[in-house]
């Protein structure tokens, strides 16, 4: 039987089916992963920067197409107001708030330092513009500020429901802009947080997952032939090998 399994004709068979099974399992697998990637986040455009008053209100929660926007905002710094962000990456976010000059301002994340007592921390002083992407308020941290003190001029969440009530006076526009470059530059810098473009919501294609499982049907099948032409060809071999050894002989 060994000689039959490894004759030249056989071997062309093992190798055929080979090929399929792993051709087969290689396409499914790429559908499969068409399958998968569909259903995460897109990017999608990315508009120039816009002045932040065109996308943010006072009151008015942000909408969805606003949220990672590029902005541009001028105005100068509140020192007297900046709060610390604890928990972010191992370190701190500098939050300040940026009056505008129309009565209103704009919580700003000028950037991240190791710990409070950084020199970046320092507040510039003048008119400044800063440039980032518009972030939407998060949620609350009333919950873990219960369960954690946290020491004087920090906060666990940049929220305007939260800041509303800390930076008494201040006419605040909903969300938060995190700063990429400002200018004129501080003289000691934070260290940029990054804020990854604007997405959009991918829609699943099951026509991929149904092409994934096409593929592993036919490697299946592809195994199926390859035993049926083996078995074929083992039973006629011993056929042959019957017929030439003739008829027994009868029993005296």
């Known amino acids: 039987m ?3 399994l490894f004759s030249p004709r056989v071997l062309v068979l093992h190798l055929l089916a080979i090929g399929a099974l792993v051709v087969c399992g290689l396409l499914g ?31 008015r929660h942000l909408t969805s197409d606003a949220v990672s926007r590029q902005v541009t905002a001028e105005g100068t710094y509140d020192g007297s107001k900046q709060l610390l962000v604890a928990e972010r990456d191992g370190g701190l976010w500098l939050l300040t708030p940026l009056d505008l000059g129309d009565g209103t301002s704009i919580p700003v994340v000028r950037g991240w330092v190791p710990q409070a007592g950084d020199p970046a921390v320092a507040v510039p ?19 873990q500020r219960r369960i954690r003190q946290l020491p004087q001029g920090q906060v666990l969440t940049v929220s305007s429901a939260e800041l509303v009530n800390l930076w008494r006076g201040a006419k605040l526009r909903d969300g938060f802009v995190v700063a990429g470059a400002q200018s004129p530059a501080p003289a000691v810098a934070a260290k940029p ?29 592809a195994v199926f032939m390859w035993w049926h032409f083996v078995r074929d060809i083992l039973r006629g071999r011993t056929e042959e090998r019957e017929q030439k050894a003739g008829p027994e002989p009868a029993a005296a």
Do not use: C, M
């Open 193 to 221: 947080v990054s804020v990854p473009p604007p997405t959009v919501s991918g829609a699943i294609t099951w026509r991929n997952l149904a092409y994934a499982a096409q593929w592993w049907i036919f490697g299946l099948f």
């Open 29 to 59: 697998r790429w559908q499969l992963g068409v399958f998968e990637d569909s259903g995460k986040p897109q990017a999608t455009r990315d508009p120039a920067p816009v002045a932040v008053g065109t996308l943010t209100q006072p009151g």
């Open 2 to 4: 060994l000689r039959i």
């Open 125 to 143: 002083a003048g008119k400044v513009t800063v440039t980032g992407r518009l972030q939407p308020s998060e949620a609350t941290d009333s919950v």
